[in-house]
């Protein structure tokens, strides 16, 4: 869920008929050797996502999509597996996306206590197989907002999404209400019927956790099952849980403390269900307490998994963030700057850190609709800048080293649906919800259809689709880009080339770029970088140790700078930087922001770049 929260503010038994598998796909011409879903499964190696190559993985993309929290389309994030297709084909191409997250629902997939259902997981897996054939890796997610949308009343101001009817029927909870609460995330802390069906979740009453669980195991199974292999290798792993948080802490409890005694023995057990339905390879994304890392301070509740020790690769440091100073209107008046969020997002990257794996925003965003969504141009960008790395733009050439992991995220998010949807909310044929993302008011959607039915950007193009290093051959040690995104008339530029680099800086003129710097690991196959629609192969310039080219060529295994489409056939591409030698420093600038640029200023422009490289690297 996006966080518009301020607190002002029949078993399913696998038999034959579900054995059919989504649909093998043939191999394309677009898929090179170092596309096999062998060589690009991953896993958690060294802190860093790593294919089987041994290259580091960035994940970028969109959650798909709030569609499932709502009742329209009965918990699938798309009413058709076409709808999924054309989606996932504009996430690729339009959004510049590799993953997403994929939300699934616990209420309709075991709409009947003990029975799950055939039909929702059928179709549930066949729309996650239209973007695995996009070559889009998935990571699902059972989804909750304020436990269930059968706590809230026909009449209510709000509703919720999880758990099934059954599972609030047997609580006897009271009539659920909020009191003044003017965003609905304050239900979470404020709403006793909300607050108690959390609390017995968490303790189980009711067999609760053990029925999740047992459908969780059994949707895991199914979607193995019900993928081709290769299709399963593109899952990455299982996100368990949405923003857990306690409903009600236990007599003399602390948020801590819950963590340790109840939410970390909970992902214990979820562990167990992803070895027990054949996912043992692939990590859990399990999210702290979903106030640890909140930035108003009263708001803000100790956690992080503090007491979790090393989770190691098996698990992933997986957690969200809001700007609620901005959501709010009140704490935040102006607009985000340059380096705004690069502390958070720093503390993401020191507590995956510390507990021996990698991280991932899997959540982040901010509202396109309302009082405050004309700060959206400016939070994006700085979150984005602060998930490429740790140091703010204005510093970056000078302090490149301190840039840290380029961290992997999952903008909320990716619903085509956007100001088209026919929700009924909490069933009131009276209130029937159309605008935004039809759920609670929200409308963060970075994509609609437009009156023809083709997908069109909700954003600017410039933030959404970005350069970004989705496959390292070897160890990324820093990376910037400048995407030069709009605020209505006004160009973003927070990261200008110095003047310490004249060459560099003629070179980039008033056009988009990015570096990126690594230390190689005797990897043949070559570092990725996703090439947006603003940089056509034909007028891209690269700068690089490994040489100089304006348009580079198709990709051989002996061109060291070359371009190719990425998988999926979506029209996507990817610069292709070759450098199978060990423990090199390599250095790569790529821009649109040069006409033919001459051989003279190609060569001064590197001759500047491996100076400072060899500087701030040494």
């Known amino acids: 869920m996006s966080k518009l929260r301020v607190h002002l503010l029949g078993v399913l038994v696998l038999v034959t008929g579900f054995l059919t598998t989504v649909g093998s796909q043939p191999a394309?011409?677009?898929?090179?050797?170092?596309?096999?879903?062998?060589?690009?499964?991953?896993?958690?190696?060294?802190?860093?996502?790593?294919?089987?190559?041994?290259?580091?993985?960035?994940?970028?993309?969109?959650?798909?999509?709030?569609?499932?929290?709502?009742?329209?389309?009965?918990?699938?994030?798309?009413?058709?597996?076409?709808?999924?297709?054309?989606?996932?084909?504009?996430?690729?191409?339009?959004?510049?996306?590799?993953?997403?997250?994929?939300?699934?629902?616990?209420?309709?997939?075991?709409?009947?206590?003990?029975?799950?259902?055939?039909?929702?997981?059928?179709?549930?897996?066949?729309?996650?197989?239209?973007?695995?054939?996009?070559?889009?890796?998935?990571?699902?997610?059972?989804?909750?907002?304020?436990?269930?949308?059968?706590?809230?009343?026909?009449?209510?101001?709000?509703?919720?999404?999880?758990?099934?009817?059954?599972?609030?029927?047997?609580?006897?909870?009271?009539?659920?209400?909020?009191?003044?609460?003017?965003?609905?995330?304050?239900?979470?802390?404020?709403?006793?019927?909300?607050?108690?069906?959390?609390?017995?979740?968490?303790?189980?009453?009711?067999?609760?956790?053990?029925?999740?669980?047992?459908?969780?195991?059994?949707?895991?199974?199914?979607?193995?099952?019900?993928?081709?292999?290769?299709?399963?290798?593109?899952?990455?792993?299982?996100?368990?849980?949405?923003?857990?948080?306690?409903?009600?802490?236990?007599?003399?409890?602390?948020?801590?403390?819950?963590?340790?005694?109840?939410?970390?023995?909970?992902?214990?057990?979820?562990?167990?269900?992803?070895?027990?339905?054949?996912?043992?390879?692939k990590p859990a994304f399990v999210e702290p307490n979903m106030f640890w890392n909140g930035n108003i301070d009263f708001q803000r509740q100790e956690g992080g998994l503090l007491d979790a020790g090393t989770m190691g690769p098996r698990y992933v440091f997986n957690t969200h963030f809001y700007d609620q100073k901005a959501i709010s209107g009140i704490f935040m008046w102006g607009k985000a700057g340059d380096g705004q969020y690069v502390t958070d997002f720093g503390t993401v990257r020191d507590r995956a850190a510390a507990t021996g794996t990698t991280g991932i925003v899997s959540e982040f965003g901010h509202p396109l609709a309302g009082s405050v969504s004309d700060k959206a141009p400016t939070v994006l960008k700085g979150m984005y800048q602060a998930l490429d790395s740790r140091v703010k733009g204005a510093n970056w050439w000078a302090n490149a080293s301190g840039s840290g992991p380029v961290l992997s995220g999952s903008q909320w998010q990716w619903d085509i649906y956007n100001g088209r949807h026919k929700e009924l909310m909490n069933d009131n044929a009276g209130k029937a919800i159309t605008r935004g993302d039809a759920w609670n008011d929200e409308d963060l959607s970075a994509v609609r259809l437009d009156d023809s039915g083709t997908a069109v950007l909700r954003q600017d193009a410039r933030m959404l689709d970005r350069v970004y290093p989705g496959a390292t051959a070897g160890t990324t040690l820093a990376f910037t880009y400048e995407d030069r995104s709009r605020d209505g008339s006004t160009t973003l530029t927070w990261n200008p080339v110095p003047s310490s680099l004249p060459k560099v800086s003629q070179l980039v003129g008033s056009g988009q770029y990015g570096v990126l710097v690594w230390r190689s690991k005797g990897i043949s196959a070559p570092t990725e970088l996703h090439l947006p629609a603003s940089f056509p192969t034909a007028t891209t310039t690269v700068v690089s140790d490994l040489g100089t080219v304006y348009g580079p060529p198709a990709y051989t295994a002996t061109t060291p700078v070359a371009a190719g489409t990425e998988p999926g056939n979506t029209g996507s591409r990817r610069l292709l930087l070759t450098a199978p030698d060990s423990g090199a420093l390599h250095y790569a600038l790529v821009t649109n922001g040069a006409t033919a640029p001459s051989a003279t200023l190609l060569s001064a422009a590197r001759a500047e770049l491996a100076s400072w490289a060899a500087q701030k690297f040494s």
């Open 28 to 281: 394309r011409a677009d898929t090179l050797w170092f596309d096999s879903p062998t060589s690009t499964t991953l896993t958690v190696q060294n802190g860093r996502f790593t294919d089987a190559l041994g290259r580091e993985v960035v994940l970028r993309g969109y959650n798909v999509s709030g569609e499932t929290k709502l009742k329209e389309n009965n918990g699938l994030p798309f009413a058709s597996v076409a709808d999924a297709k054309k989606s996932a084909t504009a996430l690729r191409a339009l959004g510049g996306g590799n993953s997403v997250r994929f939300l699934l629902s616990w209420a309709y997939a075991e709409p009947v206590r003990g029975s799950v259902s055939g039909s929702y997981l059928a179709a549930a897996t066949a729309q996650m197989g239209a973007f695995l054939d996009a070559g889009i890796r998935v990571y699902p997610d059972f989804h909750q907002d304020l436990y269930s949308r059968w706590l809230f009343d026909p009449d209510s101001w709000y509703t919720g999404d999880g758990a099934p009817k059954w599972a609030v029927d047997i609580g006897n909870y009271p009539d659920e209400f909020c009191g003044i609460c003017i965003l609905w995330g304050q239900n979470i802390t404020q709403n006793a019927a909300v607050k108690n069906a959390t609390h017995d979740f968490w303790h189980n009453a009711y067999g609760l956790q053990d029925s999740f669980l047992d459908t969780a195991e059994k949707t895991m199974t199914y979607i193995r099952q019900n993928l081709t292999s290769d299709q399963f290798a593109g899952v990455v792993g299982f996100d368990p849980y949405n923003e857990p948080h306690a409903g009600n802490y236990d007599s003399g409890q602390t948020s801590r403390a819950w963590e340790k005694d109840v939410l970390w023995p909970f992902f214990v057990r979820f562990r167990a269900r992803m070895d027990a339905a054949g996912w043992q390879d």
